[in-house]
C-alpha cells in the first residue's frame, strides 16, 4: 500500500518524550483516486459473498486483532501517549466492535410491509465505497466505530487517520488482511487533513463519510457533502456537564469527577468539564474534589500507574494553556517537567458561566466548577452551550434523574456515573456536537440504502 505514495511524509512523534518515532508516506488526491477504484472492485465481491463468509472473516480479523492486542496497545502508548490501560480498553474496543459488526451480517434484514395486489419488501444495500475520517484522540476505536459496520454491511472502507496517530489504523489494514480481508477491501491512507481528508471527500466514488472531529471541520465537511447530497455522519466536539444535586452522593460524585475529564488527558469529546454543583453542597464538593485532582498520577504512559499521559502534541499544548490564565482560583495537580506535552490537572472556580473556558471545548485535563440554585437553573446551564454530546446527572431521587434526563439536550447521559460510550448502545451528539448515530443495535443500517420494491400478483 505505501510503495504507491511518491510525496511527502509525516513524523510520528513520541508525545511523551518528543522523540520521532516513525515516518509515514503522505497521501495525495491521486492516491485517493487509485484507492478508491481498488475499494469499488473489492467492495463488489465482498457484497457477493455470502453472508455468513463475510460474517466468518471478519470474525477472523476480531480474532486476529485479539492475538495482537498487546502490540496495537503498545503502539498507541508511544504514537498517542495513552495510558497503557487504557490502550488495552481501546484496542480490546476494536475486537469486540468487530465481532458485534460480525454478528449482525446475516440479521441486517429488511422488512416486509402489507399491500393490496402485491407484496412489498424493503431490502438493504450497502452503499459502497465509505470514507472514515479519524480523530487523534482516540485513533483505534473511533476507526472501528465507522470500519466495522460499514465492512459488516458489504462496504468497502478507506481509512484516513489523523496526521499525528496513522500507526495503529496501518496495522490494523495489516491485521485484516492477514486473517483473510480481500485485498484492498479496508485500505488505510494515511496524510493531510486538507489533502487526504478533503479528497476522499470530493470524490464522487465515496459514497458516506464518516468523520470524527472538530465541529469546525465538520461544518466543512457537511457542506462540501451537500453539493454531492453525500452521506455523512459527524461525530464533533463537546462540553458536557457534569451536574450535582444537593441530594446526591456527594461524596461519590466528587470522586468520580477528576477522571470524569482527565481521562486521556481530557482529550476526549465527552469529557466532563463543566461541573455544576447546586449551591448548599457547592464548598463541601470542592472540599472533597482538590484531593483527587492533586493525587492523579501523571507521568510516563507505558507506566501501569499511570493515571494521565501528555497531551498529542505541542500545538495542543498551546491551546489548552491560553485558556488558563495564570490567576484563575482553582484547584491544581501535578504534571512532569522536561520534554513532552505535560499539562496539571487543573480546575477552574470563580469563572464566569460564559467565559470560554465554561463554553468552548479546551480538549484538555482542564475543567471549570461553577454553582447553581435549583433543578430549573441545572438544566439551563446544562443547555447552554452549542454542544450535546454527554452528560451525568448525580442525585438519588428517580424522578429528578429522568426530568433532567430529559431536559438535558444531549446523545448520551449517564445517571450516578460517567459513562459514555459502550459499542453496543448508540452513540452521538445533539446540537453541534455531530449528526447521525454510531455504535449499538443499528450501527450497519447507517452504511445502506434502504430501497423498496413492489411485487405486483396481479399480473
Ligand atoms: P480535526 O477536525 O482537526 O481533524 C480530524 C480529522 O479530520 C483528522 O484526520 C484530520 O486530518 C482530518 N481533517 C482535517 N481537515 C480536514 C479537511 N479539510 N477535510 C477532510 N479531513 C480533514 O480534529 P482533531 O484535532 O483531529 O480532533 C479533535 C477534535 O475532535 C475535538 O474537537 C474533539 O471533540 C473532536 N472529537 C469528537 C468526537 C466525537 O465522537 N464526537 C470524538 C473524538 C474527537
Redesign the pocket.
Known sequence: MSDAYDLTEHQVLNPATEEVIATVPAATAADVDAAVARAARAQAKWAALAPADRARLLRRFAAAVDDHLEELAQLEVREAGHTVGNARWEAGNVRDLLDYAAGGVERLTGRQIPVAGGLDITILEPLGVVGV??????PMP?AAWGTAPALAAGNAVIL????TTPLTALRLAELALAAGLPEHLFQVLPG???VA??AL?EHPGVAKIV???????GK??MAKCAQRVKRVTL????KSANLVFADADVEAAAAAAPMSFLDNSGQD?CARTRILVQRPVYDRFLELLAPGIESVVVGDPADEKTQMGPLISRTQLERVRAYVPGDLPGIRGTAPEGPGFWFAPTVVTGAAPDAPVAVE?V?GPVAVVLPFDDEADAVRLANATEYG?SGSIWTRDVGRALRVSGAVAAGNLSVNSHSSVRYWTPFG?YKQ??LGRELGPDALAAFTETKNVFISTEA
Open positions: 475520517i479519524a480523530p487523534w484522540n482516540f473511533i484516513k487517520p489523523a496526521e493531510a487533513g486538507a481528508g478533503d471527500v468523520f470524527t472531529g472538530s465541529t469546525r471541520v466543512q465537511i461525530e464533533l466536539g463537546g469529546c471545548e480538549f454530546l451528539g456536537s455531530g
